[in-house]
């Protein structure tokens, strides 16, 4: 059993920055990519970015340029560091955890508000 945690969403101003973290528990040994995800509401689920056992990574265009994903294998860990944002940014953020293009576990999402 796998299970996934975010934290560090909030309420921030236009411009500002935020970094969310991701910390997974229970049987992760073989989860070789972990992602992060966004829900607005009214819009469906949205690939954000993702990141590979590798550290390889790719990103919505976006937040190209703004957003950066690692990950910490020794805490079991993805972080996703967001500057510049926006108002059209605001969404849950979910995180996911896989071997392949779709996420097999997902995190309970953190609320991030940006204010005009």
């Known amino acids: 059993q796998v299970q996934l945690v975010e934290s560090g969403g909030g309420l921030v101003q236009a411009g500002g920055s935020l970094r969310l973290s991701c910390a997974a528990s229970?049987?992760?040994?073989?989860?070789?990519?972990m992602s992060w995800y966004r829900q607005a509401p009214g819009k469906q689920r949205e690939l954000v970015a993702f990141?590979?056992?590798?550290?390889?990574?790719t990103y919505a265009d976006s937040v190209k340029g703004r957003f950066t994903i690692s990950r910490d294998n020794a805490k079991n860990t993805v972080y996703l560091e967001m500057y510049s944002l926006k108002p059209e940014d605001t969404a849950v953020y979910f995180c996911?955890?896989?071997?392949?293009?779709?996420?097999?576990?997902w995190g309970r999402g953190t609320q991030v508000t940006v204010s005009s």
């Open positions: 990141i590979s056992s590798s550290s390889t990574t």
């Open positions: 229970g049987i992760i040994k073989s989860i070789n990519v």
């Open positions: 996911g955890a896989g071997w392949g293009m779709n996420p097999v576990y």
